[in-house]
């Protein structure tokens, strides 16, 4: 017989006291919702990060008929060779941070981003060629990060070409990353009442497994059992149905989650600058599943079980701790 | 070494007397003790108090050198309690637990190696006649068998202070003599042993003093009765 067999016969026969089906079922259910959550939270979280970047240092400039010459700046020397509006705006913006990415779209793709509206017949056109559709010229500039355009820079701009357009992607990507991050905030809360439930539901069967065992405690105590001897008896057992309810919940949850995650799989790997068929075909099976959730999803997913675990086990030491101050 | 000043105590804060009211008393360590008194006079609630299964509502209390008061660490109290062994009047033996693993129960919460408790579980279940008894779960045995595993339990792990309930009630009266033999020669070798019984042939065989309790007063102290 090993010692840790004989230590355990001391009369809480805890596999009746605390009976597995109640707990695990109920952590595997919480487990089962954390998990979800939790890959919530993960997408909430990259989108947030991503608005946060990326999208929020762009900044789109249209130049209506940018081939009529630019005005004269004032008090300025002529430009030589009748500057036209576009080339003036592209020079004006050498006021923009250092490290800033100015880049004119070629007629090429002017003609591509509108094909969806205006059909094929533009793609043929040059920026220079006189066409039917009087197309303006769009200057994308890309800001490094954490840099703001300057706030003149429209005043800048229409002294030399009356009529640009600016805009600030900033002022859309302030908002989109206010709305992750309530996502992920939301999310936050819902993991919290989770961990919620979860002590509950722990505290609610430790304070019945107390009741029915009341006598054999109290005797033990008698005996000479220590509150840490006793709640962690009662612990140890929580804290491993937890594991197994968790460890259930997540690998449940799996099912659901790679659902999601095929579904979402094209727009997630695009916007990393992978295409999505190139991660679809080089994996199959398993890795397919590991390789399209992201790590922190899948270091979230690992530690849930662990989590549930441990959050069982403070409740019950707490509850048990609490439960034994009746007794000197 | 046992010492009670005026200590009183109530079941509930709220209760209108107390079950134990101002006794005082001191038993030497290695001292034998009756404890005597009519049903209801409180004989249980005392051992219970002695065995800090409850603390003095007032008044000052020693046990086995230790003061016993609020203001105490817990983790006392557990140390105090290990170096004592108490028979309960009903018993208190684990169910589902065999015999010999109820008698191990005070050895075991004290980490004491599972060899030594082998040894000790096998004579002292060949003392109080129960050898063949080992594995029996508990719940199984008569009332005479559950009382002398009761009493194996008490005294496997040699306390400093032994408090017996009634520990001969359902024992015939051979095993009965035999039994508190055995208490008086434990005293002897140095642990203090109080034991509370109705059982008045007994206390004629072996002339200790005597507490005795009437409606939670202490009427006679260090007198052996008749
Ligand atoms: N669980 C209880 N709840 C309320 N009152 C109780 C309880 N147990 C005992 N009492 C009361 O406390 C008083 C002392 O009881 P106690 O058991 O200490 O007496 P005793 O001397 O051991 O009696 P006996 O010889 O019958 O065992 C009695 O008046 C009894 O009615
Ligand atoms: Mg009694």
Known sequence: ?328 | MIHLDTVSWRRARKDPAPVLSRLSFSVPQGGFRWLLGPSGAGKSSLLSLLHVETLPTSGRMVVLGQPVNDEQKRATFVMLRRRIGMIHQDFRLMPGLSVADNIALPMRLQNRPEDEIRDEIRSILKWVGLSEYHDAPAERLSGGEQQRTAIARAIIHRPGLILADEPTNALEESQAHRLLDMFAELSAMGSTVIVATHNEALVRRLPHPALFLERGHLVSDETPPL
């Open chain 1, 1 to 328: 017989m090993s010692r840790r067999s004989t230590r355990r016969r001391d009369g809480l026969s805890l596999s009746e006291t605390l009976p597995d089906r109640g707990l695990f079922a109920l952590v595997a259910m919480v487990g089962f919702l954390a998990a979800l959550t939790l890959a919530g939270a993960c997408g909430a979280r990259a989108l947030s990060a991503r608005w946060a970047g990326g999208a929020a240092q762009l900044v789109v400039i249209q130049v209506p008929q940018p081939d009529q010459p630019a005005r004269q700046a004032s008090g300025g020397v002529q430009a030589p060779g009748e500057q036209s509006r576009a080339d003036a705006v592209q020079a004006a913006l050498v006021s923009l941070p250092a490290g800033s990415i100015v880049h004119r779209l070629s007629a090429q793709e002017l003609g591509n981003l509108l094909e969806p509206w205006l059909g094929s017949g533009l793609k043929g056109q040059t920026a220079t060629s006189p066409s039917a559709m009087p197309l303006p010229a769009v200057l994308r500039v890309e800001l490094p990060d954490s840099t703001l355009p300057p706030a003149t820079l429209e005043q800048d701009l229409s002294a030399v070409a009356p009529g640009v357009i600016v805009e600030r992607n900033s002022l859309w990507s302030t908002r989109l990353h206010a709305l992750a991050n309530s996502l992920l905030a939301c999310a936050g809360l819902a993991l919290l009442s989770v961990c919620g439930v979860a002590t509950l539901i722990t505290g609610l069967t430790t304070r019945a497994g107390l009741a029915s065992r009341r006598d054999v405690i109290t005797t033990l105590h008698g005996l000479g059992a220590s509150d840490g001897y006793i709640a962690g008896r009662f612990a140890r057992r929580t804290a491993s149905l937890a594991f197994g309810g968790g460890l259930t919940g997540t690998v449940l949850a799996c099912v659901p989650l790679f659902a999601l995650l095929q579904i979402t799989a094209p727009f997630t790997a695009e916007a990393d600058g992978v295409p999505a068929t190139a991660t679809q075909n080089s994996l199959t099976g398993q890795d397919a599943f590991l390789g399209s959730m992201p790590s922190d999803l899948l270091i979230g997913l690992g530690c849930l079980p662990l989590a549930a675990a441990l959050i069982c086990w403070l409740t019950t030491q707490l509850i048990v701790r609490l439960w034994l101050r009746r007794l000197p």
